[in-house]
C-alpha cells in the first residue's frame, strides 16, 4: 500500500543558488525525509521578483513564464524562501491577465507551490525533525511568507523538536527587517534605520542565532550584526533543521 | 500645499538622523499598535465587518454619481447648499466667498485633511481672514508654521518639551512662571485660549469623515469636541469634504464607524460622532443659520474605475501608516506632501502626479503591515506596484536602476548564461571575501551601514550536480 | 445646475463608463430599504443586561453613573454630584418638558436655568433620546428641548437617562430617530456622545477635557425597577 512517493521540484531562489547552497541542500534533506523525490529543473534563475517590484511587468513576465514552464509537471514546487514562494502563488497568475493560456499554466503552478517549512507541515504533516542545536535561537517572520502566506507557527513548531534547542523570540518579530529586495539600496538610510531596529532587538534576546525563512532578510540582518560585531550567528531555519550546520554561518568563514 | 515629494531621500535623510523625532515617533509605535490589535480582539466580529465595510463602499463607488446626486437633493431640502468643485481653486475659492458674504473676520476651523488639501489656511489669510486650528494637534503646528504629520495625529512628531515652548511663546498673557511641563498643563492651557476663539469665529469650518446621502447629513468624528463648538456657536457652517466620502444610509455609516475608531486609536468609538443636517431649523435654540457643503474632486473621478479606485475606499482612520516600518523611521513630514505613509504613497501620486512622488510608491519593502490592518483592505502594496509600473513605462526611474534591472534580466531570462556567470562569481567571491565584505564595488548603498555576506564557494547548481553524479556513478 | 456640477459628474460618469440613469433602482431601493448590515451581537441580551453592558462601557469610557428609582429623585441625585464634585450649585438645564417636570422644588440650594449655553455656564443638564448600549453611548438631537451647545460648552454635562431608552446598538437609535422625524430626514444635529472630551495630541498620552466637557455624568432613572421599553 505505499504511496508513490510525491515529485516535487525545488525552486532553489537565486540568492540560495549564489550565496547558500547549504540551505538548498537542507531543504533536499528534509523533503526527502518528508518522503518526497527531489528534483531540481536546470532552467531555473529567479522568481522574477526584482523586475517585478520596480515596475517591470514585461521582463517579470518574461521570467515568470520560463519559471512556469521549468516547473511543468511536477507534484508540487518547494521554495526555501516565503517571498519566493509567495511570487509564485500570489502573483504569477496576475501577469498573465491577458493571455487565459498562461494564466491557466500560472494558476496551476500557484496552486502546487510551497514555501518549505510550510509545505513540511501543513503538506506532509510533519511534526518533528532529527536534528540537534544546541543554544538558544530567535526567529525573525519574513513579511512575504507571514504575511501573504500565513507562515508563523509551522517553523517555531518543527523548531520546538530540534534537540538542545531553546526559542528566544524578540520584539517585533514580525516587523520587516528592511531588506525590501532593491528597497535597501535605493532607500539606504531608511533600510538601515529599519535593520538597525531588527538589530537590537535580535541582540537583545541574548540569543546566540537568528534565524528566518528568507535569504534576502538573512544576508541584510547577518550584514549588520556583523558590521555591528555582534557575537550573534546567523542561519536559515531549514539549516537548523535538516542538521545541517557544519558549515560556518552566513557571513563568517571557517578561519573566524 | 506646496510639495516637497521630490525630496524624499533627502527628507528621509534628515528624519532618520533627528533625535527629537525619533523620540516622538516611538509613541507611534507603543501607542497605536497595541491599542488596535486589543479593540480588534474584543470585538469577534471585526473581520467580518471589515469585509461589510468594504463591500459598502465599493458599492458607493460604482454608484457613486447618483449617490452623491441623492445627497445634494436632501441637503438641499434642509436648507443646505452643496458646491461642487472641480479642483482645489475652485474649492479655496467657494469658501472664500462664503466668508466674504457674511463679512467674516475670523473663522474656527475642526480637523480636515482637506483644508490640508487645498491649503485653506493660506488662501484665507492671503485674504485677510484669521483662520484658527481648533484640534489640539492642528492648534500646536499651526502655532509653528508646520503640516500635520499625521492624518489623525498632527503633531505626533513632536515631544511635549517642544509644545511649551512654543505655548511659552505664543501665550505671553499667561505668567511666565507657570508650571507648562505636564501633557495635563499644556492642554488646560489650550482649553481656555481656544474657548475665547470659539465664541469670537463667524465662520466654523469642518471636514466630513462621511456624507450621508439617505438624510444629506455630514458626520465628524472626534474625541476633542471642537469639531462641535466650531460647527454650533459661530452664524455659518462650511463643511469641506472630497467626493467620495459618500455612503448610502445611516447604517451604514454605523458599520464603517466600528471599524474606523478600533482601527484608528483602539477606541471602541470615538467620543463625539456628530451627524450635521441643513442650518438650524427655525425652533432651534443654537446652531448655524447657515450650511455650506464644499464637495471637492481634485483629481478623484480620474481614479474611479481603474486600477487605484479601490484608494477611495480609504476612511483616513492612519493604521495603514500606524503600521509603517518606514513611517516609524522617517514621520509624516518626510513624505513631502498632505498625505504621507502607505496611503499617502497611493494616494498623493494621484492628485500630485507620479513626477513630483514618484519616490512614494518606490520607498516600501512591500511589508504588507498596511495592508493586512487596513480596515476597508485596500491592496495598498498593489496600488503601490501599479505606480511602479507607470514610472517604469513612462522612463520616471532613475537611469542607472534601470540599467542594472536591464542587465540582471537579460541573464535572468538566458538560464545557461546566467549559470555560467553565477558559477564564475560566486567562488570568485566566496575567495575574496573570507566570509563577508566590509566594501563592495557597485554596492555602495548596501555596505555603507553593513557588511555584505560573501557566497559559500560553489553555487548550488553547481554542487548539486556533483552530487547527482557522485550517486549515479 | 451649474457648470462646476456638470463638470464633475460628467467626469463620474465617463469614469464608470455609463449613462446617467443606469443603476438609479439599485441606489433607490438601497436608500428606501436602509437595511442592516451586521451588527456586533455583543448587546444582543435581555433588557436588564443591556442596560448593565450601557453602564459597564459608559464607565470604561471615563462617564460617571449614577442609577436612581424614579425622575422624582433626579434634583436630589444632582445636587449630591455638585456637592461631591465641588461645583456650584447652578445648572443650565435644556428646555425639555421632561426636566422641567422635575421637582426641582425639592432643591431650592440649586439654581435651575434655561436654554443654550453660555460661556459662564459650569454645568449642563440635558435629557437622552436615548442610550446605545453597544459602547456606552448616549444619543441626543437638537431641537426646541435640546440645545446643542449644552453638550459642549460647560465643563461638566450631565445627561438624565430613562433605563427604559437603552437600546442595543446605534441602528435602534436610527429606527427610533425615523420614527420621531421621519424617513429620511434628520434634526439639525444629532450627537452620538461616548464618555467626556479627550485628546492624545501630546505624546499620545490621554487627557480628559480638552475642549469639550471633562465630566460626563449619567443620571440612569428606574434601572432597578422593572422598566418596560415604552
Same mark, same amino acid.
Given at each position: ?256 | ?56 463602499k465599493n458599492h458607493t463607488l460604482d454608484h457613486l454619481d447618483l449617490y452623491l446626486e441623492h445627497y445634494e437633493r436632501k441637503v438641499t431640502?434642509?436648507?443646505g447648499q452643496v458646491h461642487w468643485c472641480p479642483t482645489a481653486e475652485d474649492a479655496r475659492r467657494a469658501?472664500?466667498e ?16 482637506i483644508?490640508?488639501e487645498i ?66 498643563? !499644556? ?6 485660549? !481656544? ?13 466630513a469623515?462621511?456624507l450621508?446621502a439617505?438624510?444629506g ?22 463643511v469641506v469634504a472630497s467626493l467620495e466620502k459618500v455612503v448610502p ?43 455650506h457643503v464644499v464637495l471637492l474632486d481634485n483629481g478623484r473621478s480620474s481614479m474611479l474605475g481603474g486600477e487605484f479606485q479601490d484608494m477611495l475606499r ?33 494616494l498623493?501620486?494621484n492628485l500630485i502626479g ?120 | 445646475m451649474s457648470e462646476a456640477r456638470e463638470q464633475v459628474l460628467g467626469a463620474l460618469r465617463r469614469s464608470l463608463r455609463r449613462g446617467d440613469t443606469a443603476g438609479t433602482s439599485a441606489t433607490a431601493?438601497?436608500l ?199
Amino acid at each position: 500500500m505505499s504511496e508513490k512517493p510525491p515529485r516535487v521540484g525545488l525552486f532553489v531562489t537565486c540568492l540560495v543558488d549564489l550565496f547558500r547552497p547549504t540551505v538548498g541542500f537542507a531543504a533536499a534533506k528534509l523533503l526527502e525525509d518528508a518522503g518526497c523525490t527531489v528534483e531540481v529543473p536546470r532552467t531555473q534563475t529567479c522568481c522574477g521578483q526584482p523586475a517585478y517590484n520596480s515596475g517591470d511587468r514585461g521582463d517579470a513576465r518574461s521570467i515568470a513564464a520560463r519559471t512556469v514552464e521549468a516547473f511543468e509537471g511536477y507534484d508540487y514546487v518547494v521554495a526555501p524562501s516565503g517571498s519566493c514562494a509567495a511570487m509564485l502563488r500570489e502573483h504569477y497568475p496576475a501577469l498573465f491577465t491577458d493571455d487565459p493560456g498562461m494564466a491557466a499554466k500560472a494558476a496551476k503552478l500557484a496552486g502546487r507551490t510551497y514555501e518549505l517549512v510550510s509545505f513540511l507541515t501543513d503538506v506532509r504533516g510533519v511534526t518533528g525533525v532529527e536534528a540537534r542545536f544546541p543554544g538558544s535561537v530567535t526567529y525573525h517572520d519574513s513579511c512575504s511568507g507571514l504575511r501573504e502566506l500565513g507562515i508563523k507557527h509551522q517553523p517555531r513548531a518543527l523548531l520546538a523538536t530540534v534537540d538542545g534547542l531553546t526559542l528566544a523570540e524578540h520584539a517585533d518579530a514580525e516587523v520587516c527587517c528592511g531588506f525590501g529586495g532593491t528597497f535597501c539600496v535605493k532607500y539606504p538610510d531608511i533600510s538601515n534605520t529599519m535593520v538597525s531596529e531588527k538589530a537590537d532587538a535580535v541582540e537583545s534576546t541574548g540569543a546566540d542565532t537568528l534565524l528566518a525563512g528568507d535569504l534576502g532578510c538573512l544576508l541584510n540582518m547577518a550584514g549588520k550584526l556583523k558590521r555591528r560585531g555582534a557575537k550573534t550567528s546567523i542561519r536559515h531555519v531549514a539549516e537548523v533543521l535538516a542538521g545541517m550546520t557544519e558549515q560556518p554561518a552566513i557571513g563568517e568563514s571557517a578561519e573566524g | 500645499m506646496e510639495s516637497s515629494a521630490r525630496a524624499f531621500k533627502e527628507n528621509a535623510r534628515a528624519a532618520v538622523a533627528d533625535p527629537q523625532l525619533k523620540r516622538a515617533l516611538s509613541h507611534v509605535k507603543e501607542g497605536f499598535i497595541g491599542k488596535r490589535a486589543k479593540a480588534a480582539a474584543k470585538l469577534p466580529e471585526f473581520e467580518v465587518l471589515r469585509d461589510a465595510a468594504r463591500d459598502i463602499k465599493n458599492h458607493t463607488l460604482d454608484h457613486l454619481d447618483l449617490y452623491l446626486e441623492h445627497y445634494e437633493r436632501k441637503v438641499t431640502e434642509t436648507g443646505g447648499q452643496v458646491h461642487w468643485c472641480p479642483t482645489a481653486e475652485d474649492a479655496r475659492r467657494a469658501v472664500l466667498e462664503i466668508c466674504r458674504a457674511v463679512g467674516a473676520r475670523t473663522v474656527t476651523k475642526g480637523k480636515s485633511m482637506i483644508a490640508e488639501e487645498i491649503a485653506l489656511n493660506d488662501h484665507l489669510e492671503a485674504n485677510g481672514i484669521t483662520p484658527v486650528e481648533t484640534d489640539l494637534g492642528e492648534y500646536i503646528i499651526q502655532l509653528r508654521g508646520e503640516t500635520p504629520s499625521h492624518i489623525i495625529a498632527p503633531a505626533v512628531h513632536l515631544t511635549k518639551d517642544l509644545v511649551e515652548a512654543d505655548f511659552r511663546a505664543h501665550h505671553t498673557a499667561f505668567p511666565p512662571e507657570r508650571p507648562l511641563s505636564e501633557p495635563r498643563q !499644556l492642554v488646560n492651557e489650550a482649553r481656555e485660549v !481656544l474657548r475665547g476663539k470659539y465664541l469670537a469665529a463667524d465662520v466654523g469650518i469642518t471636514g466630513a469623515n462621511f456624507l450621508v446621502a439617505e438624510t444629506g447629513t455630514s458626520v465628524i468624528v472626534t474625541n476633542e469636541g471642537n469639531g462641535d463648538l466650531t460647527q454650533v456657536l459661530p452664524r455659518v457652517h462650511i463643511v469641506v469634504a472630497s467626493l467620495e466620502k459618500v455612503v448610502p444610509t445611516l447604517e451604514d455609516v454605523s458599520t464603517i464607524l466600528r471599524v474606523l475608531a478600533r482601527s484608528a486609536t483602539g477606541q471602541e468609538c470615538s467620543t463625539y460622532t456628530t451627524f450635521s443636517t441643513g442650518p438650524r431649523r427655525a425652533e432651534d435654540p443654537d446652531g448655524p443659520d447657515q450650511y455650506h457643503v464644499v464637495l471637492l474632486d481634485n483629481g478623484r473621478s480620474s481614479m474611479l474605475g481603474g486600477e487605484f479606485q479601490d484608494m477611495l475606499r480609504c476612511i483616513r482612520c492612519g493604521a495603514c501608516m500606524n503600521h509603517c516600518p518606514v513611517y516609524h523611521a522617517i514621520g509624516g513630514h518626510a513624505y513631502g506632501w498632505v498625505y504621507p505613509g502607505p496611503m499617502g504613497a497611493v494616494l498623493t501620486p494621484n492628485l500630485i502626479g507620479i513626477e513630483e512622488a514618484g519616490h512614494l510608491p518606490s520607498a516600501s519593502t512591500f511589508c504588507g503591515r498596511c495592508e493586512s490592518v487596513c480596515p476597508m483592505r485596500i491592496p495598498l502594496p498593489k496600488m503601490m506596484r501599479h505606480w511602479r509600473e507607470r514610472e517604469f513605462e513612462r522612463h520616471l526611474s532613475p537611469a542607472g536602476a534601470r540599467a542594472g534591472l536591464a542587465l540582471w534580466a537579460f541573464f535572468a531570462k538566458r538560464p545557461s548564461l546566467y549559470h555560467f556567470v553565477t558559477g564564475m562569481a560566486a567562488p570568485l567571491l566566496a575567495a575574496l571575501g573570507r566570509g563577508r565584505f566590509r566594501r563592495l564595488p557597485l554596492a555602495g548603498g548596501w555596505t555603507a551601514h553593513r557588511d555584505m555576506p560573501a557566497p559559500e564557494g560553489r553555487t548550488f547548481r553547481q554542487l548539486w550536480a556533483g552530487r547527482r553524479q557522485g550517486e549515479s556513478r | 445646475m451649474s457648470e462646476a456640477r456638470e463638470q464633475v459628474l460628467g467626469a463620474l460618469r465617463r469614469s464608470l463608463r455609463r449613462g446617467d440613469t443606469a443603476g438609479t433602482s439599485a441606489t433607490a431601493s438601497r436608500l428606501a430599504e436602509h437595511r442592516r448590515n451586521l451588527i456586533p451581537a455583543r448587546a444582543d441580551l435581555p433588557r436588564a443586561e443591556q442596560v448593565a453592558l450601557f453602564e459597564t462601557w459608559a464607565v470604561r469610557q471615563a462617564a460617571s453613573v449614577v442609577r436612581v428609582s424614579d425622575a422624582a429623585a433626579v434634583p436630589g441625585a444632582l445636587a449630591a454630584f455638585l456637592k461631591a464634585e465641588n461645583l456650584p450649585a447652578e445648572v443650565r438645564m435644556a428646555p425639555d418638558p421632561e426636566l422641567e417636570a422635575l421637582p426641582w422644588r425639592d432643591q431650592p440650594m440649586l439654581t435651575v436655568t434655561k436654554g443654550p449655553a453660555r460661556d459662564s455656564d459650569a454645568v449642563s443638564l440635558t435629557g437622552a433620546l436615548a442610550g446605545i448600549a453597544e459602547t456606552g453611548t448616549l444619543l441626543l438631537h437638537s431641537g426646541p428641548a435640546g440645545p446643542t451647545s449644552l453638550n459642549f460648552l460647560p465643563e461638566t454635562h450631565v445627561v438624565v437617562l430613562s433605563a427604559n431608552r437603552i437600546v442595543a446598538s446605534y441602528e435602534d437609535g436610527w429606527d427610533i430617530l425615523r420614527a420621531r422625524f421621519g424617513e429620511g430626514t434628520l434634526p439639525r444635529t444629532v450627537n452620538y456622545i461616548t464618555g467626556p472630551s479627550r485628546t492624545a495630541d501630546i505624546e499620545q498620552t490621554i487627557q480628559l477635557g480638552a475642549h469639550g466637557p471633562r465630566r460626563l455624568h449619567i443620571i440612569l432613572v428606574g434601572a432597578n425597577a422593572d422598566a418596560e421599553r415604552d
